[in-house]
């Protein structure tokens, strides 16, 4: 399929300048205590609703959360809506609805054969027939209660809400957006990033200041957007494999690559945050259990990068094995525990399904 100008634009800017003057440098690494500590609705309050609609993020937010965070993909006719991946069947009621038994297809996701519904084949309109469910039954049973009732929300009304409640609530409430897959949407013409930067520019949310992130866990889209955007830009990273536009490109760099000392100074020369696996800040040995921290946090705030490590989850499953309740993986777990293992490593904020839990994490004072 054809390109854009624009997308073909940012599968050139690898080798790009990074971020011009005007940039800001992003909120600089902080001291990881009260109010300098950063909680990230992660997809909203997915533990609690099903993840990347409007009622997560609004829970998110009434739950103390500081941003909420919508995962981009776009449709057909190019709009930007949250969803955790371009393929809907696990997130949505798609396999309901026999109009749309044709739009099954297989395709290439990363290198990865995937078979289902995808956003590109379904113009907005199409879309907004489907109701959200919950991506992880099995784990999140209540949720499943909401199956059925909330649409897939539009990067704008993700927008529009944190505006509202921002304004109900008195304090900002701020967004983080993640451009999902740059590079599969860039092969087929629905690039992400200038789509990004328009609503950010329409908004009134492209300068200094504004209560916004952008992340990605592939890089030549941070630095195409690092010479066009004005808010601050997120390094993800995954304590496996590597970005896949360097697989793409036939870069040999891995994420291990990218978090070494050096590593992390290129980073800081686009973006002004890391966004890491959590493994990669406190690893686990064979049977689960916290390691020791890594130097990832002191080499990252040397390099000048904040660090938001994703993500604390309350049940059992994702917990490591020294704060589980049981052998139940359903069942919540110390949440609060392996929240302040990480703070004393030294982050600056997290991303969590359980933003209450979080945000109650944060402003823990010692007993007097």
């Given at each position: 399929m054809r390109m854009t100008v624009a997308a073909a634009a940012v599968l050139t800017m690898v080798g790009a300048a990074p971020a011009t003057a005007d940039r800001p440098a992003g909120p600089g690494p902080g001291a990881s205590r009260g109010d300098d500590f950063t909680v990230v609705g992660h997809r909203g309050a997915s533990g609690y609703r099903p993840e990347h609609t409007l009622a997560a993020y609004e829970l998110a937010a009434r739950m103390g959360a500081d941003y909420i965070e919508p995962d981009l993909v776009t449709t057909k006719d190019g709009v930007l809506v949250a969803r955790h991946e371009p393929e809907i069947g696990g997130t949505t009621d798609v396999a309901e609805h026999p109009e749309f038994a044709g739009r099954k297809t297989t395709k290439d996701l990363d290198g990865v054969a995937v078979t289902g519904w995808f956003t590109e084949d379904f113009t907005l309109a199409e879309l907004r027939t489907l109701r959200a469910t919950e991506r992880i039954p099995d784990v999140r049973q209540r949720n499943t209660l909401y199956d059925g009732r909330y649409p897939v929300p539009t990067f704008q009304e993700v927008i529009d809400l944190s505006k509202r409640l921002s304004r109900e609530l008195g304090r900002p409430i701020g967004i983080y957006p993640e451009t999902k897959h740059p590079t599969f949407f860039q092969r087929q013409g629905l690039a992400l990033e200038p789509k990004v930067v328009e609503a950010l520019n329409r908004n009134?949310?492209?300068?200094?200041?504004?209560?916004?992130?952008?992340?990605?866990?592939?890089?030549?889209?941070?630095?195409?957007?690092?010479?066009?955007?004005?808010?601050?830009?997120?390094?993800?990273?995954?304590?496996?494999?590597?970005?896949?536009?360097?697989?793409?490109?036939?870069?040999?760099?891995?994420?291990?690559?990218?978090?070494?000392?050096?590593?992390?100074?290129?980073?800081?020369?686009?973006?002004?945050?890391?966004?890491?696996?959590?493994?990669?800040?406190?690893?686990?040995?064979?049977?689960?259990?916290?390691?020791?921290?890594?130097?990832?946090?002191?080499?990252?705030?040397?390099?000048?990068?904040?660090?938001?490590?994703?993500?604390?989850?309350?049940?059992?499953?994702?917990?490591?094995?020294?704060?589980?309740?049981?052998?139940?993986?359903?069942?919540?777990?110390?949440?609060?525990?392996?929240?302040?293992?990480?703070?004393?490593?030294?982050?600056?904020?997290?991303?969590?399904?359980?933003?209450?839990?979080?945000?109650?994490?944060?402003?823990?004072?010692?007993?007097?």
């Open positions: 009134g949310l492209n300068r200094p200041g504004a209560k916004v992130f952008v992340q990605s866990f592939e890089v030549s889209n941070l630095r195409w957007l690092s010479s066009r955007l004005r808010v601050p830009l997120v390094q993800l990273t995954s304590a496996s494999g590597a970005p896949y536009d360097f697989v793409a490109n036939g870069d040999p760099r891995t994420y291990a690559d990218l978090v070494t000392a050096s590593g992390l100074r290129w980073v800081a020369g686009y973006a002004d945050g890391l966004g890491p696996e959590k493994n990669q800040v406190i690893p686990r040995d064979a049977a689960g259990f916290l390691g020791e921290p890594t130097a990832l946090v002191r080499d990252a705030h040397r390099a000048g990068l904040t660090v938001h490590p994703y993500t604390f989850r309350a049940e059992n499953q994702f917990l490591p094995a020294d704060f589980r309740s049981s052998v139940v993986p359903a069942e919540y777990g110390d949440l609060f525990a392996e929240i302040a293992a990480f703070r004393a490593a030294g982050i600056d904020g997290l991303f969590s399904d359980n933003p209450d839990v979080a945000v109650a994490a944060r402003d823990d004072r010692p007993a007097a």
